[in-house]
């Protein structure tokens, strides 16, 4: 097999698609740049160096040069001024096009060229901590469990025995929703399709069809012993 010299800088495969001219507009070009971002083994390392980044921090995009090759950003780090980051300092932002999983680079402002390019609204006040979201859970299964119409719809697509376990937190913009998944798309595997249509059951017993690939954000809260950022 060939091998790549390590030094010869490479498109991330999985921001490829956003070479398709449907998905051509910025905004959705920063959200392929989070995706990318949410998948990178540092990315909470590298993030919680910014209290708020994403949250009351609005998620902004740069374009820079540096050392000849021009590209754009999602600001990372640095320092703040007002509403804003302040480009007359070194500021760390972070590259889905460099490398086979995006790479973070420190722009110098006395040397690098940079620029603002998009700015995409923050998800607003943090999620809350672990206690509530395992409460919030809990009610949103009682609520499927005390439902005998829900379970019967459940078993009409899944094996007998089972029971829904996935707990999902959307973002639209600042509006927050967070529920069971009791219904929706699926991926040829079985696992629920985050692009597509889910319905979310709230921990009020209010149910909910939802467009999932609309959202900002995506978290899977608890799933069995698992969580992850989807986007």
């Given at each position: 097999?060939?091998?790549?010299?390590?030094?010869?800088?490479?498109?991330?495969?999985?921001?490829?698609?956003?070479?398709?001219?449907?998905?051509?507009?910025?905004?959705?070009?920063?959200?392929?740049?989070?995706?990318?971002?949410?998948?990178?083994?540092?990315?909470?390392?590298?993030?919680?160096?910014?209290?708020?980044?994403?949250?009351?921090?609005?998620?902004?995009?740069?374009?820079?040069?540096?050392?000849?090759?021009?590209?754009?950003?999602?600001?990372?780090?640095?320092?703040?001024?007002?509403?804003?980051?302040?480009?007359?300092?070194?500021?760390?932002?972070?590259?889905?096009?460099?490398?086979?999983?995006?790479?973070?680079?420190?722009?110098?402002?006395?040397?690098?060229?940079?620029?603002?390019?998009?700015?995409?609204?923050?998800?607003?006040?943090?999620?809350?901590?672990?206690?509530v979201l395992l409460r919030e859970y809990a009610q949103a299964l009682e609520a499927w469990m005390t439902s005998p119409r829900l379970q019967d719809e459940?078993?009409?697509h899944n094996a007998k025995g089972t029971m829904p376990q996935t707990f999902i937190e959307l973002c639209f913009g600042t509006d927050r929703r967070r529920?069971?998944?009791?219904?929706?798309?699926?991926?040829?595997?079985?696992?629920?399709?985050?692009?597509?249509?889910?319905?979310?059951?709230?921990?009020?017993?209010?149910?909910?069809?939802?467009?999932?690939?609309?959202?900002?954000?995506?978290?899977?809260?608890?799933?069995?012993?698992?969580?992850?950022?989807?986007?």
């Open positions: 097999m060939t091998q790549k010299p390590a030094n010869v800088l490479q498109k991330c495969r999985r921001a490829e698609f956003d070479e398709d001219p449907l998905l051509s507009s910025a905004g959705e070009a920063m959200r392929n740049d989070l995706t990318v971002l949410f998948e990178h083994p540092e990315v909470f390392s590298r993030t919680l160096l910014t209290e708020g980044l994403g949250y009351e921090i609005p998620w902004t995009s740069v374009r820079y040069k540096q050392d000849g090759r021009t590209g754009t950003g999602l600001v990372i780090s640095g320092a703040r001024r007002g509403d804003n980051w302040d480009l007359s300092q070194d500021i760390v932002v972070f590259d889905s096009w460099l490398g086979e999983i995006g790479t973070f680079i420190t722009l110098k402002a006395d040397k690098d060229m940079v620029e603002f390019s998009v700015t995409l609204p923050g998800f607003g006040p943090r999620q809350p901590k672990k206690p459940w078993l009409e529920g069971l998944v009791i219904a929706g798309d699926r991926l040829p595997s079985g696992e629920w399709n985050f692009s597509g249509d889910l319905v979310l059951l709230y921990p009020s017993g209010f149910e909910q069809p939802q467009n999932v690939w609309n959202a900002s954000k995506v978290e899977v809260l608890f799933d069995g012993d698992q969580s992850r950022v989807i986007r």
